[in-house]
């Protein structure tokens, strides 16, 4: 059984590392299509709401980079590739350090979401738009209650 669980996190981390390198060869793609609008359309076609688009997708990126890493550290502490990771705030000995760290990264890109939301509204905007405000608003409370 043991085995199973190690072989079954070992997917689940390599699958996540995999929808990291996806997901930020996306937002490079995004980004450099933004600097050809840039170039080609100038400022009238929105490079910007491309950039932090880019943006917005290389958080999502740092969230399942977090994530693999985490589960490697915590799950496979004595693999030679994963003890050579060492960076102040990527520092995770238990589940409550990768809890506490995946939670701001989700955090920060629900905000980034919200911002990409509002320079996307042509007009004023709708009311379904406080979904997102008011989900940051509960995972601040979330975290915040976490550290107490």
Excluded: C
């Excluded at 590392?17 to 997901?23: G, H, I, P």
């Excluded at 960076?87 to 995946?102: A, G, R, V, Y």
């Excluded at 629900?110 to 979904?131: C, E, K, Q, S, Y």
């Amino acid at each position: 059984m043991n085995r199973i669980l190690q072989l079954a996190v070992l997917i689940v981390s390599v699958t996540m590392f995999a929808n990291f390198l996806f997901t930020a060869s996306v937002g490079v793609y995004k980004t450099f299509h933004a600097y050809s609008i840039l170039f080609s359309e100038g400022i009238s076609g929105k490079p910007g709401l491309e950039i932090v688009e880019s943006l917005d997708l290389f958080l999502v990126s740092l969230v399942f980079l977090i994530l693999s890493i985490g589960f490697m550290k915590l799950f496979y502490p004595q693999f030679s590739g994963v003890d050579k990771i060492v960076l102040p705030w990527l520092k995770i000995d238990d589940f409550f350090q990768l809890k506490s760290l995946t939670w701001n990264a989700i955090l920060l890109t629900l905000l980034i979401t919200f911002g990409t939301h509002v320079l996307r509204a042509a007009g004023p905007l709708d009311w379904t738009m406080l979904i997102i405000p008011a989900s940051v608003l509960l995972f601040s409370i979330s975290a915040k209650m976490l550290k107490h």
